[in-house]
């Protein structure tokens, strides 16, 4: 294999081996789902969908587009599903075209609250298209008495809700009523919690919301990709013509097959005691982090906030700089009513879906928390803080054997 790419990836490799991974949105996926990604797949082009394809020789990648179509809609109990979009954002932009007109109003939560560049930031094509307007937290919570009030005022066309950094559970039942009393329709991005509600650790939005998005490749632990839920059968036609041909081409199927692995292995039980773990150890890091004196967010899902400004008085950007001095990556992240620009940020987002995946048990998550408070009080040493990194993640399984 090509040198120069070859010896990067090896540095690559040990990195993610040696190091703990605490980045709330990544995972490693399988090495059936790894493979796959690399298959001879990845030739052929298919654009259109299974059975009206503009291309010859689609008979095979048809038959994978539908497993992974069936397996999509077993796994969340959709009637409809799109396995096309190449990530979470062209889904997301697919649904909004389905949904509303462009200059349209969508309601969601900003940015910096725990919303995704793809809510309505100014950096984003969304806020482009869009007209975006945005409801508050309360104490860091979604407040469903004052959703409603804002939507009785803005009369949006559409609610979003789903987050990036939101860490507590969400009531789709109570969105969707707000959304029937203004009659606006509901979409929702499940792309961090989408591993939780396959697992049915999460309430599910497909029951309640008119569209689904989500990223496969976060607690899903599938290759990187999205994918798009409905039970409507007319949004489904102009969901799949938003994805094809408006904004994409020829669809990765390649990434579809790993797609439709990654949903099969959600199917099982080991995939539920996984999801069920992972909430586990993120709670047992944030409460030994809380015992410890931190100021954390609390957390009902895969990730928390951790208050770095007011615990140890450096920014999120100086916390994430330092702990990548001893193999901790995490990422510096916003918190509710932050001070600080996105580029200091007084958080760090943390959590707890590739560790998991790797072996990390309560015990090691509890010490993770030990390790990151001790270092970033300045208490520990380089050396001591990676010797104790490198005492978890060498016991903890490596990433090839996935
Ligand atoms: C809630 C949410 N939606 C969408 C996305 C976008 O996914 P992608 O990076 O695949 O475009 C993310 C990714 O961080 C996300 O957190």
């Not at 980045?23 to 052929?44: F, H, M």
């Not at 809700?161 to 009659?183: E, H």
């Not at 990676?386 to 993640?393: E, G, N, P, S």
Request: charged share 25%; aromatic share 8%; hydrophobic share 35%.
């Amino acid at each position: 294999m090509d040198r120069e790419i070859n010896e990067i990836i090896a540095q690559e490799l040990k990195r993610q081996n040696q190091g703990i991974e605490l980045i709330a949105s990544e995972n490693y996926a399988s090495k059936d789902v790894r493979e796959v990604c690399g298959s001879i797949l990845t030739n052929k082009y298919a654009e259109g969908y299974p059975g009206k394809r503009y291309y010859g020789g689609c008979e095979f990648v048809d038959q994978i587009e539908n497993l992974a179509i069936e397996r999509a809609k077993e796994l969340f109990g959709s009637k409809f599903a799109n396995v096309q979009p190449h990530s979470g954002s062209q889904a997301n932009a697919a649904a909004y075209r389905a949904l509303l007109p462009e200059g349209g109003k969508i309601l969601s939560l900003v940015l910096d609250d725990g919303g995704h560049l793809t809510h309505g930031s100014p950096v984003s094509f969304s806020s482009h298209l869009y007209n975006f307007v945005h409801y508050p937290l309360t104490n860091g919570h979604l407040d469903y008495q004052k959703l409603l009030e804002i939507a009785e005022v803005e009369k949006p066309d559409v609610i979003l809700a789903g987050y990036s950094a939101y860490p507590y559970a969400i009531d789709f039942k109570a969105i969707k009523d707000i959304c029937d009393k203004v009659g606006c329709y509901f979409m929702v991005d499940m792309a961090h919690i989408a591993g939780l509600v396959a697992a049915k650790k999460h309430m599910s939005p497909v029951p309640y919301a008119d569209i689904v998005t989500s990223t496969t490749h976060k607690t899903l632990r599938g290759p990187r990709g999205g994918l798009i839920l409905t039970n409507d059968e007319e949004l489904i036609k102009r969901i799949n013509s938003a994805i094809f041909p408006y904004y994409q081409g020829g669809p990765l199927e390649h990434i579809i097959a790993a797609k439709a692995i990654c949903f099969k292995e959600a199917l099982s039980k080991e995939f539920e005691e996984y999801a069920s773990r992972v909430i586990e150890n993120t709670k047992a890091c944030e409460d030994e982090l809380a015992r410890l004196g931190a100021k954390v967010s609390g957390t009902d899902n895969h990730l928390f906030l951790l208050n770095v400004l007011d615990t140890y008085g450096i920014t999120g950007k100086q916390a994430q700089v330092r702990l990548e001095n001893i193999f901790i990556t995490t990422n510096k992240n916003m918190i509710p009513g932050d001070t600080l620009p996105p580029n200091k940020t007084s958080g760090l987002r943390i959590g707890f879906a590739a560790t998991t995946t790797r072996g990390c048990t309560k015990q090691d998550a509890e010490e993770v928390a030990r390790i990151i408070n001790s270092y970033l009080k300045g208490e520990l040493s380089d050396e001591e803080g990676q010797k104790r990194v490198l005492a978890l993640t060498s016991k903890w399984k490596n990433i090839e054997e996935l």
